[in-house]
């Protein structure tokens, strides 16, 4: 039987910058046949300080006008701040799937063994309607703790680009994360922004003591592999080889080019 032919439309991953590529590298790790379109609305970053109506009116435009223009098989919007907001009204606008990043309360609730469970976030995302309602939701019995980090994605922006990290301001950045609780402590940590994970071998040495960072990428991609079905499922020997190239787009104007590098690095 002949491989099945690669997509010619790419998937859309979405960020406020180079966040995305945590979700963008697992997909392509699990569907390594998907042309990506990688979108980064750093003329925008940080999202975690925009005020909610205007950010979905941004975002909805944004991704409305994008779709248009690049024709993509279905959106990721790799984005907490902006899928805690937009999954709705972007839904309603579009035609093609849209899988979005929300906190990972209920598997973070599901694994903790103290019962003491962080989610470090932006601001934004802390205090966001639908942060609470997963909460409600999926972790009532849970103490949850959260932390909205000011400068944290900031701090991953400037990582990616090469600057070396301060492990004094990271240490209290994440400080609060770390909880004890009549003889119990913390033990997972859900990185509920994609900026976070491209992080996790710093935040590892500046961590008081052990805890599971929950990383939701891998369970996007395998959402997006669901959503997307037939078209992408199963083994397609060669169709790697045939996949389009990959594409950077920056609102900015600026060549983002070299952030393609971070796509090699999923384990
Ligand atoms: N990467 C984004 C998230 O997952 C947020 C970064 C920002 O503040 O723009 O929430």
Excluded at 69 to 79: D, F, G, S, T, Y
């Amino acid at each position: 039987m002949s491989a099945p032919a690669p997509l010619a439309s790419p998937v859309l991953v979405f960020d406020s910058g180079a966040g995305g590529m945590s979700v963008a590298r697992r997909i392509r790790h699990l569907l390594p046949q998907l042309p990506l379109c990688y979108v980064a609305d750093d003329a925008g970053f940080p999202y975690g300080d925009w005020p909610e109506e205007a950010l979905t009116a941004h975002c909805v435009a944004l991704l409305t006008r994008l779709v248009d223009e690049l024709r993509p098989c279905a959106v990721v919007i790799a984005c907490n701040t902006a899928s805690t907001l937009v999954l709705a009204p972007l839904r309603a606008r579009l035609s093609i799937p849209v899988v979005g990043t929300v906190p990972a309360i209920k598997p973070a609730a599901e694994l903790s063994c103290s019962g003491l469970v962080t989610v470090l976030a932006t601001p934004a995302t802390v205090v966001r309607d639908y942060t609470f309602d997963l909460i409600r939701r999926f972790a009532p019995d849970t103490a949850i703790t959260l932390v909205g980090a000011r400068g944290l994605a900031r701090l991953a922006e400037g990582a990616i680009a090469g600057k070396e990290i301060d492990a004094q301001v990271l240490a209290q950045e994440i400080a609060p994360c770390f909880v004890t609780k009549n003889g119990a402590r913390t033990d997972v940590v859900v990185l509920a922004c994609t900026h976070y994970p491209l992080l996790l071998p710093q935040l590892r040495l500046v961590a008081p003591w052990d805890v599971d960072w929950l990383d939701p990428a891998p369970a996007i991609a395998r959402r997006l592999a669901v959503v997307l079905g037939d078209s992408v499922s199963g083994p397609a020997p060669g169709a790697e080889a045939q996949r389009p190239p990959d594409r950077v787009i920056a609102t900015s104007g600026a060549d983002l080019g070299p952030l393609l590098r971070l796509l090699a690095v999923a384990s």
